[in-house]
């Protein structure tokens, strides 16, 4: 079910602010209530792409004591398309909950 939303999940994931990949992956965890548990192999090359497509920009950074970590951060395109994807997000799951859950008979 995550097909063809995955993009989507990871800009709302930067949306509060510039995050490293595996902020990323906790972050996406935790506001999905632990339903997704994306694996680092999904999330970077999605990340990677998002990036190429000018959704994404990223730094190298080194925290105080910590060690070197990319940090992403939405662009102004990124943003931009996250809104468009929730408006589109929207209108889908309005329609899968008028045909799957709206209380009506499924036509014989």
Do not use: C
């Amino acid at each position: 079910m995550l097909k063809g939303h995955l993009d989507a999940i990871v800009l709302a994931a930067l949306e509060a602010g510039p995050a490293h990949g595996y902020a990323i992956i906790e972050t996406i965890k935790r506001n999905s209530t632990n339903t997704f548990d994306l694996p680092e192999g999904t999330v970077y090359p999605a990340l990677h792409r998002l990036e190429a497509a000018g959704l994404l920009s990223s730094a190298w950074m080194t925290p105080p004591g910590g060690r070197r970590r990319r940090m992403y951060s939405l662009t102004k395109a990124g943003s931009a398309a996250l809104a468009d994807r929730r408006k589109a997000w929207g209108r889908f799951s309005q329609a899968v909950d008028a045909l799957l859950g709206g209380g009506r008979a499924w036509p014989a």
